[in-house]
């Protein structure tokens, strides 16, 4: 996807990729991994019939998770703009909160452009970062907080 489409047009998953490809090379000293849950078919043995078990990661858990040099980890849940944020993943970030973690909620704003959305998402995480100590992590970008659409 060219960087100069306009955002009412960029899926999530496009979204991601490129913050992915982008952190490779601006966020030297955090990595981004795609956390998916996975769904595997199984057979039960008694019936015969084919199941999926999601096996892995809880419903709702975020969609990236961010490490940085020295085990510092935040949660990112990344949504397109009109997309939803799900009663599942609502709860998963109130469970990030309830055990002190960091969990980051990030929205393009309207009229940006693919590349301005991701350049700001990568200052956001940057700063989210800035210091190996929590509280200075949330001044910069406080716990479940969320950068939504204006």
């Not at 955002?7 to 496009?14: L, N, Q, V």
């Not at 096996?55 to 998770?65: E, N």
């Not at 960091?102 to 200052?123: A, C, H, K, M, N």
Request: glycine fraction near 8%; hydrophobic fraction near 40%; proline fraction near 4%.
């Amino acid at each position: 996807m060219r960087s100069k489409a306009k955002m009412s047009r960029i899926s999530e998953d496009a979204l991601q990729r490129e913050l992915l490809g982008r952190a490779a090379f601006a966020l030297r000293d955090i990595r981004l991994f795609v956390t998916k849950p996975v769904r595997v078919p199984f057979v039960d043995e008694k019936t015969g019939k084919k199941i999926w078990v999601t096996s892995g990661l809880p419903t709702g858990f975020s969609d990236l998770t961010a490490v940085q040099r020295g085990g510092h980890v935040k949660f990112i849940e990344l949504k397109a703009l009109g997309g939803t944020w799900l009663e599942d993943q609502k709860r998963f970030q109130k469970w990030c909160d309830s055990w002190e973690c960091d969990y980051l909620l990030l929205w393009p704003e309207r009229g940006e452009q693919l590349s301005e959305t991701v350049q700001r998402w990568i200052f956001v995480i940057r700063e989210a970062f800035a210091s190996t100590g929590r509280e200075a992590a949330r001044g910069a970008l406080p716990l479940g907080a969320s950068l939504e659409p204006n």
